[in-house]
């Protein structure tokens, strides 16, 4: 299996590993515009409100998906879910994004842009040690991001990196990043999951970082084991004084263990799971929107769908209410034919493509095109994608359209259809922002341009969009963008998943992420009395 195979399994994904959210794997499941307000650091703290008073003690045992004995607890090789999961007990990054999708602040307190957004400027806190009693500094950070740029990195984060020529500590508790061009949405990217601090000079793979958990044992595929860390630079938290994140990875076993009590969480349950579970008198459920979107893609320069009238009809042709229903039991939202939703603070709305079988006659009348489509599908692509493409077939019938679903086996999807046939079943998910959702599937020089769609003037939008310090114009920008896409592009926009987790009903403190943060919540959980 290739490095792009790998990433595209899950619901949850990204590009080259569900942690780095330009993952494929992460991407199939897988900002608030900085203006000048947020560009300048706005210091935003997370928004859970505490119905009840937080409670300390007790272990928490967690049941998480897709873990391998292969893990490993370094962050320049995170590749799991898993693994995802224990960077956040293990580590914290400059910022992080609240559940409220806005920056806030973690180990940098404040960060500022000068030169247009292309060197940024981070004052970080003064109050931080690692968990072996080493004072944290900016040259420890300037190590740790170092770690995952350059040609002989392995870190699945590199691709971010390349837009930075410099890192350095200017005194102990300042950093300064250069980049190659101004980017407002580059403190975005110091969110990501695997850009922890690591003091300089101990093996990474001892797992030492500021967290607020302390590795005791790590059996990797199978059980990781933490206690509370004594010195977390946010004294009230963790809550819990052990943390066990047990490895379960098929999701039926993790709802059983769940019911059972043997946990008191079960990470990404699927819809199907949701109506077994969801009158229980033990256990809860936890939902939130996402960023994560399913789609059918079609190849723009290759015949037939380098007609636009073929691919409108197409567009018309879906019934989307009808496979949210049927593939995700509902728990969703309909697509649009575009990557943004309103999870995006700069979201603004376009018509809705509605099923509408004699628009789609219209057009396929006048594509000229005639015979079957070739839709090409496999059940990893993610949950009902098989049905998804036997509803589309139904309803483009109505049209008189004739679909012809295309079921193959799992193994080799990514690497024999994905991008390789011109009409199949994918998936993208966990992008950090608005410039991110547009580049990875739509710009000309992405590796991830599935639908081979290329557009100058899309590419420039982009370009004059990350310069921009002004909220409204930036928006504006990304308006068009989305807009081109919406009209041209090569994606059927079918839906876009929910975030579901279950959680043992004593369990207080939890909160939905709508960019897959819900690793975070193990810090700000608590057992009620």
């Not at 557009?455 to 114009?473: G, I, N, T, W, Y």
């Not at 504006?476 to 926009?493: L, N, R, S, V």
């Amino acid at each position: 299996m290739n490095e792009k195979q790998a990433n595209r399994h899950r619901n949850w994904d990204s590009s080259n590993n569900p942690l780095l959210q330009i993952d494929r794997r992460a991407l199939l499941r897988g900002a608030v515009g900085l203006g000048i307000a947020g560009a300048v650091g706005r210091i935003v703290q997370p928004t859970a409100v505490f119905a009840q008073t937080p409670r300390r003690g007790g272990k928490f045992v967690a049941g998480i998906g897709t873990g391998s004995t292969t893990d490993s607890i370094d962050p320049v090789y995170l590749s799991s879910v898993a693994s995802l999961f224990v960077s956040y007990q293990l580590g914290n990054r400059l910022l992080e994004r609240t559940t409220d999708g806005k920056l806030g602040a973690e180990l940098a307190e404040s960060w500022e842009p000068s030169n247009g957004g292309k060197i940024w400027t981070f004052s970080l806190r003064k109050d931080v040690t690692f968990h072996n009693g080493k004072e944290f500094t900016a040259k420890d950070m300037v190590y740790s991001l170092n770690r995952h740029r350059g040609p002989d990195t392995k870190s699945g984060a590199a691709a971010l990196m390349k837009a930075i020529t410099d890192i350095t500590a200017d005194g102990p508790h300042q950093l300064t990043v250069t980049l190659s061009a101004p980017d407002v949405n580059f403190p975005f990217l110091m969110t990501n999951a695997a850009l922890i601090a690591q003091p300089e000079g101990e093996d990474p793979d001892k797992g030492i970082g500021t967290g607020p958990f302390i590795l005791d044992s790590a059996q990797p595929g199978v059980r990781y084991n933490f206690n509370r860390n004594p010195k977390y630079f946010r004294p009230e938290q963790p809550f819990f004084d052990e943390l066990e994140l047990l490895i379960i990875n098929d999701g039926t076993a993790r709802m059983s263990a769940l019911l059972a009590g043997s946990t008191q969480y079960a990470s990404d349950l699927t819809p199907n799971l949701v109506g077994r579970i969801k009158n229980s008198s033990s256990v809860k459920i936890d939902m939130a929107d996402t960023t994560n979107f399913k789609y059918f893609v079609m190849q723009t320069n290759q015949a037939p769908f380098d007609n636009p009238d073929l691919r409108l009809a197409l567009k018309y042709a879906v019934d989307r209410n009808l496979i949210l229903k049927t593939t995700l039991a509902g728990y969703g939202t309909i697509g649009n034919d575009n990557p943004i939703n309103s999870v995006y603070p700069l979201y603004s709305e376009l018509p809705q493509h509605t099923y509408d079988p004699d628009k789609a006659t219209f057009y396929y009348k006048k594509s000229g095109h005639s015979g079957a489509i070739e839709l090409y599908t496999a059940d990893s692509v993610f949950p009902g994608a098989v049905n998804a493409v036997e509803v589309f077939q139904q309803t483009a019938a109505k049209a008189g359209i004739n679909i012809n679903p295309k079921r193959v086996p799992d193994d080799g999807y990514w690497s024999d259809i994905w991008m390789k046939k011109p009409f199949c079943v994918s998936g993208f998910g966990s992008l950090a922002t608005e410039d991110q959702a547009l580049t990875q599937p739509f710009a000309s020089d992405s590796p991830w341009n599935d639908g081979n769609w290329y557009r100058p003037e899309f590419d420039k939008l982009l370009v004059q969009a990350r310069s921009e310090l002004d909220v409204e114009k930036r928006k504006a920008f990304y308006h068009e963008a989305a807009k081109m896409i919406w009209e041209d592009g090569g994606h059927i926009t079918l839906m876009f998943s929910k975030s579901i987790n279950g959680l043992a009903k004593n369990v207080q403190g939890f909160v939905g992420d709508h960019f897959h943060g819900e690793a975070k919540n193990f810090a700000r959980c608590w057992f009620e009395a």
